[in-house]
């Protein structure tokens, strides 16, 4: 049996390429007020949104528990996978890395662990690249080593209406929360070294959905691509986003995915993202 792959809720695939690749996910926890649910399997993203524009609510996530993803690989194995690769939301911004490696530990070798250094489909594109290795016939090294290739050939940004979610959960500090918001601009951001850090500043909604054009075509360079559009919220401007990369990246791109991103992002980053994921082809 092919090496499987697993990822967790955070990584926001379309359903049809789970079923289609008999993907294995590992929801994270989703907390309001005091209410824990699954996300994707008890809380959906509009959950996460109404309980963020009511007062007095308390809105926060957790990782999968190692025995958890223990519990995922045992059953994997036991099932005939040659090996397990899992590939997971960046160690910067949460312990479920580090829950997957605990696990992992305890299976002699047969579970490899990818932090993507990233969320939504920067996670995404790194699984399918290890997935369509794994269907190839290549082994446990092979199919870890197309994930982590694809981390480097991948490129997340995004724009918020606001700092001060991504400020709560602890995902910026409070002097970039204050650069972002001053002057009532508003935030463009993009991932470093699994990290998120302010790349730009722009006056309006609609700058910042043109400025996200311009900074993915930039990423994508010369280069063949796929493309990723999340949202929160925000249907319509994902539909924009995605229609003006369409225009400027012509033959150059390939598969395009939008979805909707879950509540642990909600959680975190606000009603109105609009994220673009840049994947350049090998």
């Known amino acids: 049996m092919p090496v499987a792959v697993v990822t967790d809720s955070t990584a926001y695939l379309p359903p049809e390429l789970v079923r ?18 699954l996300e994707g399997v008890e809380t959906r993203p509009d959950d996460a949104t109404r309980a963020l524009g009511a007062r007095r609510v308390s809105v926060s996530t957790s990782r999968p528990a190692p025995e958890q993803f223990g519990r995922t690989y045992r059953r994997l194995l036991d099932e005939g996978a040659d090996g397990v690769v899992s590939v997971h939301l960046s160690a910067e911004l949460s312990g479920t890395v580090e829950g997957a490696r605990a696990a992992a530990a305890e299976l002699d070798g047969r579970v490899a662990v990818v932090d993507s250094r990233s969320a939504g489909m920067g996670i995404g594109f790194p699984v399918l690249a290890a997935v369509r290795a794994a269907e190839e016939g290549a082994d446990l090294a092979g199919v870890r080593d197309a994930a982590l290739a694809a981390v480097d050939r ?3 940004l995004f724009y918020v209406d606001t700092l001060e979610f991504l400020r709560r959960g602890g995902r910026i500090n409070a002097a970039e929360a204050l650069l ?33 054009v311009d900074l993915a075509v930039e990423a994508a360079g010369d280069a063949q691509v796929d493309l990723a559009v999340h949202h929160l919220a925000a249907p319509q401007r994902a539909e924009q986003l995605l229609d003006a990369l369409r225009d ?24 109105g993202l609009a994220s673009v994921v840049v994947h350049r082809r090998s």
């Open 180 to 212: 972002g918001t001053a002057l009532s601009v508003k935030p463009i951001m993009h991932m470093v070294d699994g990290a998120i850090v302010l790349r730009d500043k722009v006056r309006t909604a609609s700058r910042g959905v043109a400025r996200l």
């Open 20 to 37: 289609t690749h008999r993907l294995t996910v590992v929801p994270l926890t989703v907390v309001l007020n005091g209410a824990e649910g």
């Open 154 to 156: 991948t490129r997340v």
């Open 248 to 271: 400027r990246l012509g033959e150059r791109l390939h598969d395009t995915y939008l979805t909707e991103a879950g509540a642990v992002v909600a959680a975190h980053a606000g009603p």
